[in-house]
């Protein structure tokens, strides 16, 4: 499970929290006292609701020492969805900071589940009757869900095994160095966060310095806790650079030597001011899933310089794009796109996932003799270097061209009065679908729009243009930072779009 011999430094630089690697194993032993005294076996399940604190990586090391398999549970879930994902992967327990949410607590009961207090220790006169058991490589190490939610969930299960051969790969071909003090600020209950933000720095020996989630108010304090803490390394998504660089005074003394950026496409524009508002010496697009134990490629190449979509190469397994998104497609070499050609991106890595929970069928459908589809359009050039085009599911299809919302984001970015902006697809009876676009300006006036709209005609394609506009006070975003670009066209369908045509005459503006 550990790369070195001992875990580095725990701190929480809102309160001031420091636990010291002796720290967290008197706390580790003293949580592992408590599962055994409750009958703790191997292979039982352990939901964690809580994160991004000292206490949860603590209750990880716990129960991954007791041979049990933690399940991270997202702060923000409610009891509907609780009892939902408990229900499809029956937990044997379920780990609070405190008291259990009175909402949720009855229908944990009702399925058998174990509720505690992860801060809860044992009298010195209370003695287990057996030692932990620890785990074996196969055994599953965490369930992590990505959807469904309130339905049939998608549970991500990865062993101790895929998540070292992640570990072992990044340590392989990034190093440990620039990850000396490390910075977290996304959610420890996906992948990205967890696994390659948090665990492997922090199980390196690195300090690992966490941070709440996506809060404003600590995102505007982001240059001077950089500072303070001297990091040396952090990763984010594109939302937490659009928000810093509005309302947080960048960091001044220079530590950063690597920053990494992922989960969701980057635009070489807000590529180039996260490199300035950092002052990091390399500024990495990261590209990985929860299913390959996030991050699995970047740019790490020589001499590139910062292109919308551009993602490089591998780091430790193989990137290949296919014509078709069917799994027979791995054993036909013809089915193997040329470069520059467009087409689904496929990824072969020992840090592949066990498969989904109880899922084999949705599992079937992108896994296939170690090569897993991930979703995405991508290509890759005559350099080997992989570029990303957007998302399968999110392609609009307008009257048989396709339109990559992704790269309608990374136009309409470049705009210099926009804070955000979500492409995505509505119902057009004569094309079948068309472009709508949802945009938070900074200046939220006629003129910004019209300015904007002209940008967009000028530097856009016809077939790319949106037709529809909407001007919204924020975006929504998941709490991994990404946009559900349906959702977003969901809640815009319930809304009138702008008239940008009445707006031009007002202005006096002609086409």
């Known amino acids: 499970m550990m790369l070195a011999t001992s875990v580095g430094l725990l701190v929480e630089p809102i309160s001031g929290r420091r636990w010291t690697a002796r720290d967290v194993a008197r706390r580790v032993d003293a949580r592992i006292e408590d599962y055994l005294a409750r009958g703790i076996t191997p292979g ?22 007791t041979g049990g398999c933690a ?34 607590l009855p229908s944990l009961l009702n399925l058998g589940v174990d509720v505690l207090d992860a ?20 055994d599953d190490a965490l369930i992590l869900f990505t959807s469904g939610t309130t339905g049939q969930p998608k549970g991500v ?17 990034l190093g440990v160095d620039a990850f000396r003090r490390t910075l977290c600020l996304l959610p420890t209950h996906f992948g990205h966060g ?20 996506f809060k404003p108010e600590i995102i505007a304090q982001l240059g001077s806790i950089i500072d303070e803490h001297e990091i040396t390394f952090m990763s984010s998504v594109p939302a937490v650079w659009r928000l810093a660089k509005r309302i947080a005074q960048p960091p001044r003394r220079k530590s950063l030597a690597q920053v ?6 980057l635009s070489a524009s807000l590529w180039d001011e996260a490199q300035q508002w950092s002052g990091a010496r390399r500024v990495v697009n990261s590209y990985g899933i929860t299913e390959t134990g996030s991050w699995l490629a970047g740019t790490t190449v020589p001499d590139f310089t910062p292109e919308d979509g551009l993602i490089g190469e591998s780091w430790g397994g193989a990137v290949s794009v296919l014509k078709s998104s069917e799994p027979q497609a791995v054993d036909s070499p013809e089915s193997i796109c040329k470069a520059g050609e467009s087409g689904h991106v496929w990824v072969k890595t020992p840090a592949l996932m066990r498969g989904y929970l109880d899922r084999d069928d949705l599992t079937a459908k992108v896994v296939r003799q170690g090569w897993f589809l991930t979703g995405d359009i991508g290509v890759i050039d005559d350099r080997g270097w992989l570029y990303l085009r957007g998302r399968e599911r999110e ?43 949802a945009v938070v300006l900074a200046e939220s006036t006629d003129a910004a729009l019209l300015d904007l709209f002209d940008w967009a005609t000028r530097h856009l394609a016809r077939h790319q243009v949106p037709q529809r506009w909407y001007v919204l006070s924020e975006i929504p975003r998941t709490s991994r930072g990404k946009v559900n670009r349906s959702s977003v066209g969901e809640r815009c369908a319930g809304l009138t779009p702008v008239n940008m045509a009445a707006l031009r005459r007002a202005a006096g503006r002609r086409d």
């Not at 990494?260 to 496409?265: H, L, R």
């Open 44 to 65: 039982d399940r352990v939901f964690l609701h809580f994160g991004n604190c000292c206490e949860f990586f603590v209750e990880v090391l716990a129960v991954w020492k």
């Open 71 to 104: 399940i991270p549970i997202d702060t923000r879930f409610t009891p509907f969805e609780i009892e939902t994902l408990a229900a499809w992967s029956r937990p044997r327990f379920s780990a609070w900071l405190g008291d259990a949410d009175v909402d949720v």
């Open 119 to 138: 801060t809860r220790t044992l009298p010195a006169t209370v003695a287990t009757a057996r030692p932990a058991a620890g785990f074996r490589l196969d």
């Open 157 to 173: 299960v990865h062993t101790h095994r895929s998540l070292l051969a992640r570990w072992v790969s990044l340590r392989d071909h």
């Open 194 to 213: 967890l696994i390659c933000n948090s665990l492997f720095p922090w199980l390196s020996g690195c300090d690992l310095h966490v941070l709440p989630p």
């Open 260 to 265: 990494f950026i992922g989960s969701a496409p």
């Open 395 to 437: 392609e609009i299809n307008k009257g048989g061209m396709k339109v990559y919302p992704a790269d309608i984001d990374s136009v309409i970015e470049r705009f210099a009065g926009i804070t955000d902006v979500c492409a995505f697809a509505y119902p057009e009876e004569l094309v079948g679908e068309d472009v709508g676009v």
